[in-house]
């Protein structure tokens, strides 16, 4: 199958993040296609997919656009029965359904107040009475999916249910958002999921650092896996000739433990550098 998946700026694109991790964790493949939002035309960029107007939007390899995420998780699905993309448990796969649909058509407080942004910590963000009431409604479905299935995650495997929470575990974490010991769990859970993190670091090296997702609170680190120390440097040799991910020679290089690795481009260089063990084929030449 030849899929190309429209995303926004990883960092701020709660719905692309989805869209990815429907392809990712399921072993599929697509070719990412990227719009930008700091210019805030995305409808007039996803004209090459219209009538598509937002992101994430898969395209089939007839042409044909699925534009919402909860199109792209069903469609994916039907064509890859196998794939896990729902729980094969007939009671399992309704608790993922229904908890992915929630998700899909709610939440609005926390959106709205909350929205992903990757690149920020807030440490005394102080969240409105809706933010806590739409808290505690997450708890108390991501605690049903949890004990009905045992976990580890909310029905059971990875399952869309917890591609479609995967952003809000992100904002959990980025606002300091105040949950329970089993929602903590379950939040950390995603941010040390490498798939997340390959996502988060990309978003930290790739794209503007949009002003308008910025606000007025104290920052701090970021929540997750504190990234082992890693810097670009300019000049070889590395120890590798070959890129770990791509194969071709290298040109780019990071420095890590006073061990130089090359590259072939510096968008691999960088998103390695932002979280090195987030990436097993990095991992495999340390
Ligand atoms: N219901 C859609 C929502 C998609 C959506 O709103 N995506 C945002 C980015 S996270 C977007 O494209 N915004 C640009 C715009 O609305 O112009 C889905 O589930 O995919």
Redesign the pocket.
């Known amino acids: 199958m030849t899929y190309t998946l429209h995303i ?1 700026d990883r960092a701020y ?4 993040l989805r869209g990815w991790l429907l392809i990712e964790k399921f072993g599929l493949s697509a070719t990412l296609r990227m719009v930008t939002f700091d210019t805030g035309d ?2 007039q960029q996803m004209q090459v997919a219209a009538p598509a ?4 939007t898969l395209v089939l390899e007839d042409g044909t656009p699925v534009w ?3 199109a792209i998780a069903e469609e994916l699905a039907s064509r890859h029965p196998d794939a896990g993309i729902w729980p094969a448990d007939p009671s399992l796969r309704a608790v993922a359904r229904s908890l992915a649909a929630e998700m ?1 058509s709610g939440f609005g407080a926390l959106r709205g107040d909350c929205p992903m942004n990757l690149r920020t910590a807030y440490t005394d963000f102080a969240p409105s009475d809706a933010v806590i009431a739409d808290l505690s409604r997450l708890e108390e479905i991501w605690s049903f999916g949890l004990d009905r299935s045992g976990g580890p995650w909310l029905a059971g495997e990875y399952s869309a249910a917890d591609a479609f929470y995967a952003p809000v575990a992100g904002r959990i974490a980025g606002y300091g958002l105040p949950v329970g010991d089993a929602a903590q769990a379950y939040v950390e859970r995603h941010l040390s999921d490498p798939a997340f993190r390959q996502w988060r670091a990309m978003g930290l090296v790739r794209g503007e650092t949009l002003p308008w997702y910025a606000k007025d609170n104290a920052t701090g680190p970021w929540p997750g896996p504190a990234p082992r120390p890693a810097k670009a440097v300019t000049d070889g040799p590395a120890e590798n000739d070959a890129c770990p991910y791509s194969g071709k020679p290298v040109t780019h290089f990071l420095e890590m433990d006073g061990r130089v690795f090359g590259f072939c481009n510096a968008f691999c260089r960088d998103k390695t550098v932002a979280d090195p063990e987030a990436w097993p084929k990095f991992m495999a030449l340390v």
């Open positions: 926004g694109s709660s719905w692309s995305v409808a107007r937002t992101v994430p919402d995420s909860l899909h």
